[in-house]
């Protein structure tokens, strides 16, 4: 951790931060990774032990899925000493122990598999761990949270979940409708997460999802990563001004009295591939998303990419959480819903 903090602590608080820090399981619920050694750097930088990366983009087809997957699975290989492919926990326990990263496939959509479950079979035989059922759009899954009609889970919604459970995926339902995540979570016999979201109660935003999901999703022992993207984490009071630790800070109070310490994550939404450019074309793909906020203030301050994941740490410290549920948000939780539902 860097001796530099926006967060002030004493001496004994900062002293324990780092040492929480160094030793905890760090699991960022989401993120995209750029496939070059400065995100082994960011990462071992951030005290990051493993990171769900959106490996395919949301709507890539089948063959550019797979082509995707077989890159990036390729590109953690040559890099064995700083990361490794992580389908089970042990791979994820076994990174912090050799000071690695593990990286774990999750795809933003189901749009790849279309209506043929040999696909998701092929999916999870490249690594997926993690799947998101829609992404702001209807599919032959369900309906996203950008559509004004949510039809909820369709037929073929179901069986995937259902195949989800058998095979040990994890169902993320960060950017689907609020039926179709009631639906999810009705119909998966496992916890489900929303790896990288917030509470509506706090900041309304089409991503946003109410108290009422939450708390059915706690109750079926899922799992929220808050994120740090400005637009969501945003004082409705003042519209506009970039947010910082104090706006996650309260995001995260919110939902630690809402739900419990037991169902609340990090899913910090770092995507390393973005640019102007890109930034802009998904704006204009996704207007709902868009709030105002520019490329530079995008995301809170203190909270711009992987390297400065030791913030969230100090944050919790400043709070005055115990040790035990730091770590738990750090990475317990999401690592405890992992454990049950990729096991054999």
């Not at 001004?241 to 310490?261: D, Q, T």
Request: proline share 3%.
């Amino acid at each position: 951790m860097s001796a530099t903090s926006p967060i002030s602590l004493d001496t004994d608080q900062n002293a324990r931060a780092e040492a929480l820090h160094a030793g905890a399981l760090v699991i960022d619920g989401s993120s995209v990774v750029m496939q070059e050694d400065a995100h082994f750097e960011r990462a071992r930088a951030g005290g990051v032990t493993a990171t769900n990366h959106t490996v395919t983009h949301p709507p890539s087809d089948f063959e550019t899925a797979m082509l995707d997957m077989a890159t990036c699975r390729r590109w953690i290989g040559e890099h064995a000493d700083r990361g490794l492919l992580a389908t089970s926990v042990a791979d994820i326990r076994s990174a912090k122990e050799t000071g690695r990263e593990a990286i774990i496939f999750g795809p933003q959509n189901t749009e790849f598999i279309g209506t043929d479950l040999g696909r998701f079979e092929a999916a999870y035989a490249m690594g997926v761990r993690i799947l998101q059922l829609t992404y702001q759009r209807q599919n032959w899954v369900g309906t996203g949270c950008g559509e004004r009609r949510d039809g909820g889970l369709s037929t073929f919604g179901r069986a995937l979940v259902h195949e989800m459970d058998e095979l040990g995926v994890v169902v993320d339902l960060s950017h689907c409708g609020h039926q179709t995540s009631f639906d999810a979570i009705a119909e998966s016999r496992n916890p489900v997460i929303l790896s990288h979201a917030h509470p509506a109660a706090v900041t309304p935003h089409v991503r946003a999802k109410s108290d009422e999901l939450l708390r059915e999703l706690a109750a079926n022992g899922g799992v929220i990563g808050i994120t740090a993207l400005s637009a969501f984490l945003e004082d409705p009071e003042k519209r506009g001004e970039r947010p910082g630790m104090e706006a996650f800070v309260r995001h995260l109070s919110y939902l630690i009295e809402l739900i419990g310490i037991d169902h609340v994550g990090i899913g910090l939404d770092f995507d390393e591939t973005n640019t102007p450019e890109k930034f802009a074309a998904a704006r204009r793909e996704h207007p709902e998303l868009d709030t105002g906020f520019g490329w530079d203030d995008k995301r809170i301050h203190d909270l711009t990419h992987a390297g400065e994941e030791a913030n969230v740490t100090r944050a919790l410290v400043k709070m005055g959480l115990a040790d035990d549920d730091i770590r738990k948000v750090l990475g317990g939780n999401f690592l405890r819903v992992f454990e049950g539902v990729w096991a054999p």
